[in-house]
């Protein structure tokens, strides 16, 4: 069985407690805000974009909304609600984003140093340079620089991931680094034989950059990538369910996922497909995908980040290097940027997007600048707002990615744009 990845600044705030006419003029989830996403939630189930939603946001390190609305599993009934486990995609990446930094503060690596020189399975690699129109052969050119760690940390390093593109996509399907019967290593070996798509540097392109980032963990701590993130980054925060294998036990908490056809009607995954990932332990432990987690679980990891690293007493990076991480790496030479400008005036960090610039008209996804955030497969959604302290996770399973759902969840906590404008 085949699975394929989802292709699908920061500022340390002060707890201090506002008081009076201020927190009214600050407060962003007010009585009215929730009377509106609680309507925004209903709305989308309603009108069948989801069968289900759930939503938690904390607001000056309190909780000031959840809600959940329709089903986890509408065949059998079941609701959502704030025990449900949900597939949470690629948000699993920022989670390996910050494993590896817990690395690089111990001096362990340079953002800037080449890949190859902890990772030999990715030296002497070449770049697909299109098909020659005679012989039919794949051309190849030598690489302009190595990969570099930042290129792994921010989707520049140019990994092929188009397995329909004649000449390169015969040689990625070949390779079949993706699948979960592979280890990290093995997935690593069998990356660095395909060509690059292109040059390092010069373009974004979502892929397998994070899986790499989980096997660079693994080779620098020494450690199984799946016990050095569970000892480094979610025990310490309470995590216990963040996980890539869920135990029978739980799998009844599972929510079913939801495929929206083209005819509008919600169609259900069979669990045997969505769920067989994280219902067996499998060799590969993905930095990319492959977790599952409930909304106050991942919400505890939200909050770690506001905080600048640390949350309950527990502190897992040091403010300046969440600063770092959610701080554009994006240089404006790199204009090919995929499905990144759909997110909005967004840069790229290390494995988070962060707004560059408020929104520019009604179209755009509501948000402060400086926010940073990052979404999966699925269509659930996590962001971090310092401006305001804010901190937002929503949990839908519903395929394919539906930025309506993010878009009108967005407006219903920000308010509409001329709104947000007025505020501004």
Not at 191 to 200: A, H, I
Not at 210 to 239: H, T, W
Not at 246 to 270: C, F, H, M, W
Not at 279 to 292: F, K, N, Q, S, V
């Amino acid at each position: 069985m085949k699975f394929t990845h989802a292709i699908v600044a920061f500022a340390l705030l002060a707890s201090s407690a506002c008081t009076g006419p201020q927190s009214t003029e600050t407060q962003v989830i007010t009585e009215e805000t929730k009377a509106r996403i609680d309507s925004t939630l209903k709305a989308l189930v309603d009108e069948g974009l989801v069968a289900g939603a759930s939503a938690l946001i904390f607001e000056d390190g309190q909780e000031a909304y959840f809600h959940a609305t329709g089903f986890a599993d509408r065949e059998a009934q079941k609701p959502m609600d704030r025990n449900t486990l949900a597939i949470i995609y690629s948000m699993t990446k920022p989670i390996t984003g910050v494993a590896l930094m817990t690395l690089y503060e111990k001096g362990a690596f340079q953002l800037d140093d080449p890949l190859e020189k902890y990772a030999p399975e990715f030296a002497n690699m070449q770049v697909f340079a299109g098909m020659d129109s005679v012989t039919g052969e794949i051309k190849l050119e030598p690489l302009a620089r190595p990969i570099t760690i930042r290129d792994i940390t921010r989707h520049t390093a140019g990994f092929a991931i188009n397995p329909t593109q004649p000449g390169l996509g015969d040689l990625l399907k070949a390779a079949d680094a993706g699948n979960p019967q592979n280890t990290l290593v093995q997935m690593a070996e069998k990356m660095g034989k395909v060509p690059l798509m292109f040059q390092p540097g010069t373009q974004w392109a979502y892929g397998p950059s994070v899986d790499v980032q989980a096997f660079l963990v693994e080779r620098i701590s020494g450690k199984p990538y799946g016990d050095y993130v569970r000892e480094n980054v979610l025990d310490p925060l309470g995590m216990s369910e963040t996980r890539y294998f869920v135990p029978e036990s739980d799998q009844d908490r599972l929510s079913a996922i939801y495929r929206k056809e083209e005819n509008g009607t919600l169609t259900q995954v069979p669990d045997s497909i969505a769920h067989a990932f994280n219902t067996r332990e499998w060799p590969m432990t993905p930095g990319g995908y492959g977790l599952t987690s409930t909304l106050d679980d991942y919400m505890k990891f939200a909050q770690m980040l506001v905080n600048g690293g640390s949350y309950n007493g527990v502190t897992i990076l040091k403010p300046e290097t969440v600063q770092l991480m959610t701080t554009n790496q994006l240089e404006d030479s790199v204009t090919e940027r995929m499905f990144l400008p759909s997110k909005g005036q967004v840069g790229f960090g290390i494995d988070f997007a962060v707004r560059v610039a408020p929104p520019a008209s009604a179209e755009e996804n509501m948000g402060e600048v400086g926010e940073f955030f990052w979404d999966g497969a699925a269509s659930t959604l996590f962001w971090v707002d310092p401006k305001n302290k804010l901190t937002a996770v929503l949990f839908v399973q519903i395929m394919p990615f539906s930025g309506q759902v993010h878009k009108r969840f967005r407006d219903a906590v920000y308010g509409p744009y001329q709104e947000q404008k007025s505020k501004n």
